[in-house]
């Protein structure tokens, strides 16, 4: 028996011994070493399967960063982040703003057909179609009579979209709108050829001879929830730009699977924005210096329910905002780089806002406003507040902030706070119903114009809003804003109304969002906009 | 036996309405639905979503209609994969789940055997004791931790395999061992105490004493005697290997079917779910069938028809 017991002893030994072996110094990729011309080929994961490539139905970030390279709009976000032209080579704009007009420039789709105002306005007909069931056809709503054909209200006819003829388009749109030079760089704004499309309804379902497209890359394989394979487009008109050759998206749910891949050289890059690293290796990959850290148009907040006692009590929710150590949360619990958030709108919009308007942790003015919100309520203490109960959808990193909050107003304020938490549609539901105190909640711009940031709130019972809160003079500042032509006016009145929402507090923000990646140290001019957004036209290998 | 057959399948069939009946009401409960998502789309667009998939109608004429769709095999589109069926996705998904089941299966059987009998024929020795502390490794450590432990070794490591993705018969042999692990464990330990069961056996005495080699006893008279445990075993493992590889496909990013089977709950997809979850009963009921099926062939003590009953 003893004889066993020591051969068992002595084999889990050598086990352990050959496993601990293993786990030696960690390599941090193999690229750089090569002397002759490095093969132009860009490997990366994009976790899931798309949702759809089809420019009109895309409603994702992952489809999203497939078709910013393949498809070109009228402008492009160009490496240095403002809209540049792309497929279009000049425009005007009506006195009033309303009506733009473009020049599109000699392009051709990959199948060799030209690239005609006709290709755009079906396809921004197509998306506001009803029966199409375009998901994301609301952000053509700034077009003329664009909601009102959505809706079924108004004929496909009537859209503020016409092809004057093959190289002039011509864009009426309902209001003003001085970010649309933005807009038509987004997928929804993308065109479609026309021809095949008519032909072939089902083109967009799979890679093949009808996918074709208009921008710096063509799709070759499409073999679903596996990988994508890109190759440079040689019909593009700006090809001699492009220096990839190859482009090969992979799709692997596991965040460490990735880095490992990344680590091993099988992958050029891990992280965001085409995934996310694990959460876990951040500070490691931090140490190690190799780690890349980019902040983007994002905010996490914790919004409040304002119809519900004691949140409907502006001092009470100052107070909760006031008492959150911001610096905290970012430096232990998210540790990528993170920014503090005092505002709604994120510094690369309002660069005033990296300091905000108010200081963080700041639990003296805290204790003040709880006292006299107290007071207003008819409490005579803290022990008289109802629980206040902070919701969050299951996940490890909301819970450690919740977590951190929850104690946080205990210590600073002294009130009582229960937790909760529910799996993902079942929270998104109940934030959208109105059901809850307390909820966190993140929200990323569409395009880089901090109106994205202050329009959810601009009606109680609109979709996003959440608090049931509402402010004239906020709502007459964002209809003001949208009219005003002058570009710095237009900025102050958007700033006016930011103040008038942060000394409201509907919601308390806590940090601005940041990109954190991996990559092969001799790739270049990968450009991520200041939303967050991929494009590779322009990217290398050195 | 064809009446017993017949009576299976019949109960095959209603346990079947009873899964899809469930699962469906099951579903409806749920809060959300397919287009729940952080930025709401406005409520025209939704509720023309809704008219378009049929989900505004009752909730009576929606199970009615769901319940023919799978009788006829058509489980509709997608919610979450624009411009494609539950059809193409099963068709896509399932050849690969099937193929790294069943090399996860080859590898489980062949060795567990192989280490079974080994074990069993120099018991006590050091063969017997490496293999079975290989065994108990097998069967303690969780499969996703036993994947990444492979990964570290033969990939990067090593580097003979890459770490993940799906493609060539490379891909698959450390998903496959993964997966493989646990069933060739537990088929080890199962062949070596059957093995030594029947070793002890008269018969097996009275061939050795007829001068018989040992190589003769062991593989034509033990061996074939202390399979049949492993091969009743076979039938709740294959389904299980085939329907049960997600968070190996998830770890080593193939696609497979498992992935839907997860996530398609947490997208509401609604019409992948009821696909998935009726697809994979059948598999196991089919299964569970089969086995009790070939238990009767190999062992003329257990007689199906006297089951009749159940």
Known sequence: MKKKLALLLTLLLALGTVLSACGGKNSAGDGGSEKEKPKQEFRVNIKTEPFSLHPGLANDNTSGTVLRNTFEGLTRIGLDGKPELAMAEDYEVSEDGTVYTFKLRDAKWSNGDPVTAHDFEYAWKWALDPKNESQYAYQLYYLKNGEAANTGKAPLDSVGVKAQDDKTLVVTLEQPTPYFLELTAFYTYLPINSKIAQKNPD???????????????????????????????????????????????????????????????????????????????????????????????????????????????????????????????????????????????????????????????????????????????????????????????????????????????????????????????????????????????????????????????????????????????????????????????????????????????????????????????????????????????????? | MLKYILRRLASILLTLFVIVTITFFLMRIAPGNPFTSEKKIPPEIEANLMAHYGLDQPWYKQYFQYLIKVATWDFGPSFKYKGQTVNDLIADGFPVSLYLGLEALFIAVFFGILLGVFAAVRQNSWVDYSSMSLAVIGISVPSFIMAAVLQYIFAIKLQWFPIATWGSFKHTILPALALAMMPLAYIARLTRSTMLEVLNNDYIKTAKSKGFSERVIVYRHALRNSLLPVISYLGPLTANIITGSFVIEKIFGIPGLGAHFVQSITNRDYTVIMGVTTFYSIILLLAVLLVDIVYGLIDPRIKVSAKEGV
């Open chain 1, 203 to 542: 083109w967009y379902k799979n890679a093949g001879e009808d996918y074709v497209s208009n921008g710096p890359f063509k799709m070759v394989t499409w073999e679903h929830r596996n990988k994508i394979e890109l190759v440079k487009n040689d019909q593009y008109w700006d090809k001699d730009n492009v220096k990839l050759e190859k482009i090969t998206m992979h799709m692997i749910e596991d965040a460490n699977t990735e880095l490992s891949m990344f680590k091993k050289g099988e992958l050029d890059w891990a992280g965001a924005p085409f995934s996310a690293l694990p959460t876990d290796s951040i500070e490691q990959l931090e140490k190690e210096g190799i780690l890349n850290i980019k902040p983007i148009a994002g905010v996490y907040w914790y919004k409040f329910n304002t119809e519900v006692k004691p949140l409907n009590n502006v001092k009470i929710r100052k107070a909760l905002a006031y008492a959150i150590d911001r610096e905290a949360i970012v430096k232990n619990i998210t540790k990528a780089g993170q920014i503090p958030a005092m505002a709604a709108v994120p510094p690369s919009m309002f660069p005033e806002n990296e300091k905000g308007y108010f200081k963080d942790n700041d639990v003296e003015t805290a204790k003040k406003l709880l006292e006299e919100g107290l007071k207003e309520l008819g409490y005579k203490d803290v022990s008289e507040l109802p629980v206040i109960k902070i919701a969050y959808n299951t996940d490890e990193a909301h819970q450690k902030i919740a977590q951190a909050i929850q104690d946080m107003w205990k210590k600073n304020l002294g009130i009582k706070t229960e937790l909760e938490n529910e799996e993902w549609a079942v929270y998104i539901e109940k934030l959208h119903r109105g059901d809850y105190m307390v909820g966190r909640m993140g929200w990323l711009g569409d395009f880089n114009d901090p109106i994205n940031f202050l329009e959810l709130f601009r009606d109680k019972n609109g979709g996003n809003n959440d608090t049931r809160w509402e402010n004239p003079q906020f709502k007459q500042l964002l209809i003001q804003s949208q009219k005003e032509r002058d570009p710095e006016k237009r900025l102050e009145l958007l700033k006016q109304a930011e103040k008038i929402f942060m000394d409201e507090m509907p919601v308390a923000p806590i940090y601005f969002y940041t990109n954190a990646w991996v990559q092969k140290d001799n790739l270049k001019d990968v450009a991520i906009s200041g939303l967050g957004d991929v494009q590779l036209k322009w990217a290398y290998f050195e």
